[in-house]
């Protein structure tokens, strides 16, 4: 695409930012090669370069040596959010979470459309099954999976920027608490999905607050 010479820097940057945030260059995917970006961008090789190293000072790319430079996030606010963080206890995560959560359900019991309710019962059993098995990491990715398309009910893509950029970072908090033999969490589960598809906000509320706040008292 022809680019004006003013500001040519900032405008190939944004160009390569679309990229990722329209999913053509999704999460985990590596970006093209420098020359590749040249002749597709019309820019020279410098603007080229400044551009991918704005992305990867905004934590949005990461340049791996020998393999090229992939896409880690979508977002300057996901990846700086993801950074601070990740520095903290593992109560300050969990107030955080509470909190977001909270809010979400809260929000999410509002304004959940029948297609978000589906996903959600879908979503609930699907956690069930996962402490069928042993796999940690599938509960935890089970369990994330709910409370990602909690938040996603919410259809506020700021809460939902803000929510990714920490996902990572309460599931590394979270792996232990996945260990036992039994989910005693599970009828706490069911009954937030239920209170979002029945739009009820404050038990919603009420559930997710049931749900994280003896981890923070146990800490």
Known sequence: MPLDRAGLGTQVTELFRSRITDGTWPVGSKIPTEPELVEWSGAGRNTVREAI????QAGILRREQGRGTFVVSTSDLRSSVSRRVAATSRRDSLELRLALDAASARIAATRRTEADAERLVTLLRERNAAWTGHDLHERVRADSALHRA???????????????GLLE?????????????????????ADLVDAIVAGDPERAADVMAALLQPMINGI
Do not use: I
């Not at 190293?53 to 990867?56: G, R, T």
């Open 169 to 189: 970072v309460f599931e590394e908090v979270q792996l232990h608490d996945v260990a036992g033999e039994t989910d005693d969490l599970a009828q706490l589960h």
């Open 150 to 164: 909690v938040v996603e009910a919410t259809h506020n893509p700021l809460l939902g920027d803000v929510y990714e």
């Open 53 to 56: 190293s704005s992305l990867v």
